[in-house]
């Protein structure tokens, strides 16, 4: 016979497979890495939107949603300002302008306070709130925002160019208006990436006034 069973032998032991963590999905609306969704609820409840980490469409979005639905308040005679906290190094322009289009659209005001830092495309967002403040320890970096990466045809690649380079002025020109710096020198400023302490920022024009030393 070809066939000829295998000699008989104990089974092996039954090893156990190490256990790995996986990815944890994002909470719906949150606020930033690490936060729970019990503070963002207390938060959210004394009208505190939190805009932390590097900004994405994806946060972007929920930042959006949550500064639409607070500013419900003001049609129900809740005078309150939303308060948008920033501690961001920058991230997606586009990102940046949905924000930007809401405090735009919003019928109550908005005010905004850099906990730590604000950087790039988050400049624009800082710029659009109606009062800017920040910690005495909060730094600001005046670095142009970085495209994303531009994929295609040739003509794509140039038409996605051209709408970067349009948005990127639209940054310009609200920061000249909030700051009240010549054109000239934003844009230099940004090709030089410039940093600014909260004392320097406040000089600068970026914000109104530093908590705690005002």
Do not use: C
Not at 39 to 49: G, N, S, T, Y
Not at 63 to 90: F, Y
Not at 130 to 144: G, I, S
């Amino acid at each position: 016979m070809r066939w000829r069973p295998n000699p008989a032998r104990p089974p092996e032991p039954w090893q156990p497979e190490p256990w790995q963590p996986g990815p944890v999905p994002p909470t719906p609306g949150d606020g930033g890495p690490g936060m729970p969704g019990w503070l963002e609820e207390r938060l959210f409840d004394q009208r505190i939107v939190m805009l932390r980490g590097t900004l994405t469409p994806s946060t972007a979005s929920g930042i959006a949603a949550a500064l639409l639905t607070l500013d419900g308040g003001a049609h129900t005679g809740d005078p309150a300002p939303v308060q948008l906290h920033i501690a961001s190094p920058g991230g997606d322009l586009v990102a940046a302008h949905t924000i930007i289009d809401v405090i735009d659209a919003m019928t109550g005001q908005v005010h905004a306070v850099v906990t730590s830092e604000a950087g790039g495309a988050v400049l624009a967002v800082l710029a659009a709130a109606d009062r800017r403040a920040a910690y005495r320890h909060a730094r600001f970096t005046l670095a142009e925002p970085r495209a994303a990466g531009l994929t295609g045809t040739a003509d794509e690649v140039a038409a996605a160019a051209g709408q970067h380079l349009r948005e990127l002025e639209e940054v310009v020109l609200r920061l000249v208006e909030a700051t009240g710096q010549t054109r000239s020198r934003i844009e230099d400023d940004l090709a030089a990436g410039r940093r600014l302490s909260a004392a320097e920022a406040k000089d600068y024009g970026l914000i109104d006034r530093i908590i705690g030393t005002d």
